[in-house]
């Protein structure tokens, strides 16, 4: 037996091991523990892979923001960025408190009916004048797993474990069974129509698509192929798009692309950040996001950008509040949005963190970024599918911990 050989490669071995942990440590480090100041980890190069065929890129819009020398602010303590005291404490009411109620998929509609499903059932409700629950129809939807809402009618996609899928219409009572391998749904703003992933087994068969609500009449818009779970479903409130696709650019951007029904070429925006989480605004001028990036200490930032023709990317900036955009609402002027009391680093890249972690919530002026704190009291509740009535009198919230229903009185 040659030992001298053995022992050699036993030394490179354990050399490699060490140079092995020396990296993966490193890059810990870099995540997790690096202040926003130092060296931004370079891209990898891993995640440039593509394949399938999806629009050309637009006129890009790298402009931020009216920041002297262009410089991005640093990322800031939510809770030092409240302009102003808090002010006279808010009503916060229990929806049907003497019903059992686990809420999920709350959604309000234009013309101010909220609705919503009850777990515990398996029923929709809507909220009536007096406040309380009312189902909107007797058929039970047991193990209803997601619910699609149709903005301005009474009807939604509703998805269950076993991959089902249909459309419900609660005003005629019409159901109809959309294709299981259809996900990823979102209504038209006339509420007629809707946009899906058609995500066949065959990649080179699997596309964007726009067909009526009951799934006639499909039309393809683009070929996704490997690039679905870069496409985001989402119909723009003033019909110009009807998804975004998203593009590595580096470590620590990423490029939107808007998609159109008939190949339209829209400039794109460049978001200083990943984990991109869109919202739009309810004209859809405007485009509200969260990010996360080496920058923030991978917490999500929220920013804000015109996003409508040719003035799509301009005027981007942050609005120095670390929080995600599935925690914001728009009402006709203002945004509200439910911010963690604390956040740990890294939490932009695992939302789970702050499971637990109760809110503040802000009223938002989108134009100057000036934020009041709505004053709760001794309240303390983590919140979700944040929604405000068309009047703005109230804001509706799902409360994490109990799955409770509540709304606020804002005036």
Request: charged fraction near 20%.
């Amino acid at each position: 037996m040659n030992l001298t050989g053995f022992n050699f490669k036993k030394i490179a071995l354990v050399i490699g091991f060490l140079i092995l942990a020396i990296i993966i440590g490193y890059f810990i480090f870099i995540i997790f523990f690096k202040s926003n100041s130092q060296v931004i980890p370079t891209n990898t190069g891993n995640e440039q892979t593509q394949t399938g065929t999806l629009p050309e890129s637009g006129v890009g819009n790298t402009e931020t923001q009216n920041n002297e020398g262009g410089q991005l602010p640093d990322s800031t303590s939510t809770q030092n960025n409240n302009n102003g005291e808090q002010g006279k404490l808010a009503t916060v009411e229990d929806i049907s408190s003497d019903m059992s109620i686990n809420a999920a998929d709350s959604n309000i509609s234009t013309s101010g009916q909220m609705r919503f499903y009850n777990e515990n059932d398996g029923k929709f409700y809507k909220i009536d004048e007096t406040g309380k629950a009312v189902a909107l129809a007797d058929k039970k939807f047991v193990g209803a797993q997601n619910v699609t809402w149709s903005e301005t009618s009474n009807k939604a996609i509703i998805e269950f474990p076993d991959g089902s899928k249909i459309r419900y219409n609660f005003d005629t009572k019409e159901q109809v069974t959309l294709p299981k391998h259809w996900q990823d749904f979102a209504f038209s703003p006339s509420g007629d129509k809707i946009v899906a992933k058609s995500m066949a087994l065959d990649p080179d068969n699997r596309w964007l698509v726009v067909s009526n609500d009951d799934g006639s009449q499909a039309k393809q818009i683009e070929e996704l192929g490997e690039n679905g779970d870069k496409v985001i479903s989402s119909w723009s409130p003033n019909n110009q798009t009807v998804a975004m696709y998203v593009e590595n650019i580096d470590f620590d951007r990423k490029e939107v692309y808007f998609i159109g029904q008939n190949k339209e070429n829209f400039k794109t925006i460049v978001t200083e950040g990943r984990g991109f989480e869109p919202q739009w605004s309810p004209r859809g001028d405007e485009l509200l996001y969260s990010v996360y990036s080496s920058r923030s200490e991978y917490k999500p930032e929220l920013w804000i950008t015109n996003a409508q023709g040719d003035n799509i990317g301009a005027n981007r900036r942050p609005l120095e509040i670390n929080t995600w955009a599935n925690k914001c609402t728009f009402s006709s002027s203002s945004l509200y949005c439910a911010v963690p009391q604390s956040l740990e680093k890294g939490s932009g890249m695992f939302p789970e963190l702050a499971n637990n972690t109760p809110d503040i919530l802000y009223r938002i002026d989108p134009s100057t970024g000036n934020k009041e704190m709505i004053n709760l009291g001794n309240s303390s509740y983590t919140m979700k599918n944040l929604t405000v009535s068309p009047d703005g009198s109230y804001l509706y919230f799902t409360d994490s911990s109990t799955n409770r229903l509540r709304r606020i009185k804002l005036k």
